[in-house]
Structures are given as C-alpha cells and as structure tokens.
C-alpha cells in the first residue's frame, strides 16, 4: 500500500504560555502542503515491525515515528503479521514542517486500512495524540486551527489556491530549544489569528498572508540571520508574505502566480541560502 505524507506550514503560530505540566498552550493556523514522503507498507508472515528508509541518519526502530506508530495499533488490536515500511524522506527533516508527525499519520491511516482495523478518522487522530501533539492534524489535513497543546483541531474553509516557495537554511533547530528560548511574557508582536481566520472564511488570500507572523521567529532568526534573509529574498522577488514555519528554521512564502513563484525559488536556489528549495501549492481538501 502506496501513501503520501504530506508536510504542513504554520500560517499564524502564538504561544499563549507554559502548562503546569511542562507544554506550552499554542494557538495556530496549520496548512497542509503538497509536499510529501513516499510510504510503502507491505504486510509479512514473521511477527514485527521492519522499517527502511534512503536517509541514514533517521533512526529505523522504535524512535522513528512511523515504526511507533504501527506499534500502537498493531498491538492494541493483537495483530500476530509483521509488517514492512519502506520511507522515502523529502520533507526536510527538523525543519518545522512536521515531517515526522506526518509519517506517523500516514501509517496510522495506512495500518487502519490494511488490516481492516474499521477505525474513523477521528478515532485515528485520539491514538495520533499519544505520538505526538501535531500527529491528529496530520491525519486530518487541509485548514485548521489548532490550539491547546496543538491537538483541539477546529476545521476551516480551505485557503485560496496558491503557490509556496520553501526553504530550509543549513542550520538544525530543535523544538525543545525553540521553546526554552521563548518568553512568552515578553513576547510583543502577536499574530491576529482571530482576523486570519475571518480572511479565510472570505477567501481573502491578501488578508490572510497580511497576518502571517510567528512568535518564534525573532528569537530564532536573531541567531540564524540567514532566516531573515531568505524571507526578504522572497518578499522581493513577489512573495505576497514569507515568514518562518514552527519552530524552524524554515522558510515559506506564498504566490500569487505561479510564474513569480519559480522565479523566486530559482533566486533562492542561486542565492545559496537555503540547502533545500521546494516549489508546491498549498494542498485542499475535496
Ligand atoms: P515539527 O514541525 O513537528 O516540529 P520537525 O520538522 O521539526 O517537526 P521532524 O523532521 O518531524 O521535525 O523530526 C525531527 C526529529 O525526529 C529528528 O531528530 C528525527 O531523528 C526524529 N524522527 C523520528 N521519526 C522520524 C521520521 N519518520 N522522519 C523524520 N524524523 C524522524
């Protein structure tokens, strides 16, 4: 069985405060992108989870998402078969795209369907939380607004269509770090995610990259100018906006046209700024 798993943007991303229990209360604006990973699961005779993957610095056992993933449902429902996953990464991995949550929905989805588990997509997105905070998102896709730990989905209208040029600088920055580095009492430009949202209910795509901002951004890119950098880049070859995706370092903009788009991913790929340049639209729900 043939899956995509698709990376997410963070159109608007705030962080109201530290939880009691260590989490951070979040309020943002996720968007699915045609971006993906290549999955292949394949059932086998011999019990237990085999997984491969073309990049040799994930780890193949049971601290990769996806392998954590089939686990959960393979044990909760007694499944004797073993199974195969083979993963070919193309989201850029550490990059605040979600590639790994990503992974982990699609073999919730995939498992779910190969075995004839009979699971509703909600009752996938209750196990995905266990995984991780964005896992239930990656499973539902397109639109949404996503707060408490990331986990309260409320589904939106789809965006207008539009292009995105994205870019990873060469530097690693973990969630863990982003979020100690983070103040949140100190933070002072806040994104109006309540303004993007009616934006979104109009279809108003100006309006909607007019609010785009995210609160971890000055503190990462005041360590990584490159990140700066990339954004202008973008904005001055047409980008309507371009701002970091969670927690870093990557960079989108969104276009109008996609002429201005290949343009401005070629500016970039010539600039040396970012190691990865992907071109892609935004992905809708039917
Ligand atoms: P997020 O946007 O949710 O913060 P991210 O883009 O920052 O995600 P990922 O690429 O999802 O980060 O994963 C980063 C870490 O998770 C790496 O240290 C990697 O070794 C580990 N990992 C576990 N499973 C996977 C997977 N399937 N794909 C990529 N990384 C994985």
């Given amino acids: 069985m043939r899956l995509h798993a698709l990376a997410k943007i963070n159109l608007a991303l705030d962080v109201l405060g530290k939880r009691p229990d260590g989490y951070h209360d979040v309020r943002m604006i996720m968007q699915t992108i045609s971006m993906y990973d290549d999955l292949n699961l394949e059932i086998k005779k011999e019990p237990g989870i085999e997984l491969r993957t073309n990049l040799a610095y994930i780890p193949t056992d049971s601290r990769n998402l996806a392998w954590r993933a089939a686990e959960l449902l393979m044990q909760e429902f007694g499944i004797r078969d073993g199974l195969k996953i083979d993963l070919e990464k193309y989201i850029p991995v550490t990059a605040g795209l979600a590639g790994g949550s990503s ?8 498992v779910n369907r190969l075995f004839g588990l009979g699971l509703s997509t909600e009752e996938l997105m209750e196990r995905g939380v266990i995984l991780g905070a964005d896992v239930p998102y990656c499973v539902m896709r397109g639109t949404a607004l996503a707060e408490g730990i990331g986990e309260k989905l409320t589904r939106l209208p789809s965006v207008p269509g539009c292009h995105v040029v ?15 580095s983070l ?7 806040r994104p ?9 209910q109009k279809g108003d795509l100006y309006g909607i990259t007019s609010r785009m901002k995210n609160v971890f951004e000055p503190g990462i890119a005041r360590k990584y100018p490159v990140i700066t950098e990339i954004a202008e880049l973008l904005c001055r070859h047409g980008a309507m906006n371009a701002i ?3 927690s870093g370092p990557t960079v989108f ?28 639209r935004v992905f809708r729900v039917a």
């Fill in 192 to 200: 109006d995610i309540d303004g993007m949202i009616e934006c979104i």
């Fill in 166 to 180: 994205v870019g990873k600088p060469a530097v690693n920055v973990s969630t863990k770090t982003a979020y100690e």
């Fill in 183 to 189: 103040n949140t009492d100190s933070i002072t430009a």
């Fill in 244 to 246: 970091m995706s969670g």
């Fill in 103 to 110: 992974d982990a929905a699609a073999v919730l989805v995939g």
């Fill in 253 to 280: 903009g969104i276009f109008e046209k996609k002429g201005e788009a290949e343009k401005a991913a070629a500016a970039l790929r010539e600039s040396r700024k970012a190691r990865t340049v992907h071109l892609t």
